[in-house]
């Protein structure tokens, strides 16, 4: 597990996910959303393609994303791992609506500098709405690639609760100290 794609509808929980596999297995995160989202109004990275290229040419990474179309396969032919967070919408719903409504009421600040608003609540790329009508298309997108024989090679994890999720991670090791900053007893 050096290049992991942890994939999953809006609200599973991909993000708090990859962050934490990154500080236990010391791995440089990359925020999917931070990379496709690089300006007011929900600009959109226009070299979004070569920066995913270049982080994905590194060694060791997580991304906590199926990945937009542009670079879905992209990730994928790169990835050696794909945690799949495939839970139920029972779960997922209460989630995003909570994460929703704080962002909107607390004004959190976004990738690129933006906001959810009141008014986006009323738009059908809002992340509630996303969730709801994209759960099926997503749970059979997420299908289709790992029965496609080109992602073969994949080791996946499938969840389908997050008490599982919880339990595996569990059997991983505690991060220890970043060796790029410890010292030696000698020092």
């Known amino acids: 597990m050096e290049r992991i794609l942890v994939v999953g509808v809006t609200g599973a929980g991909k993000s708090t996910l990859a962050h934490t596999l990154s500080i236990r297995l010391r791995l440089p995160y990359h925020e999917m959303d931070a990379l496709?989202?690089?300006?007011?109004?929900?600009?959109?990275?226009?070299e979004l393609t070569e920066d995913v290229s270049k982080v994905t040419a590194t060694p060791r990474w997580i991304i906590d994303s199926l990945g937009y179309p542009e670079v879905r396969d992209l990730l994928w032919d790169r990835a050696d791992t794909v945690i799949w967070l495939d839970y139920p919408k029972h779960v997922i719903?209460?989630?995003?609506?909570?994460?929703?409504?704080?962002?909107?009421?607390?004004?959190?600040?976004?990738?690129?500098?933006?906001?959810?608003?009141?008014?986006?609540?009323?738009?059908?790329?809002?992340?509630?709405?996303?969730?709801?009508?994209?759960?099926?298309?997503?749970?059979?997108?997420?299908?289709?690639?790992?029965?496609?024989?080109?992602?073969?090679?994949?080791?996946?994890?499938?969840?389908?609760?997050?008490?599982?999720?919880?339990?595996?991670?569990?059997?991983?090791?505690?991060?220890?100290?970043?060796?790029?900053?410890?010292?030696?007893?000698?020092?």
């Open 93 to 187: 719903m209460p989630r995003v609506l909570r994460r929703s409504l704080r962002r909107t009421v607390t004004g959190e600040v976004l990738f690129g500098g933006n906001r959810e608003t009141w008014t986006d609540w009323l738009h059908r790329e809002h992340p509630a709405w996303w969730a709801w009508t994209q759960h099926g298309p997503r749970h059979r997108e997420i299908e289709h690639r790992l029965r496609d024989p080109r992602f073969a090679p994949l080791h996946t994890l499938h969840f389908r609760r997050p008490r599982d999720t919880t339990a595996w991670l569990t059997t991983l090791p505690p991060a220890g100290p970043d060796p790029r900053t410890a010292t030696s007893p000698t020092d």
């Open 36 to 46: 496709y989202f690089n300006g007011p109004s929900w600009a959109t990275n226009s």
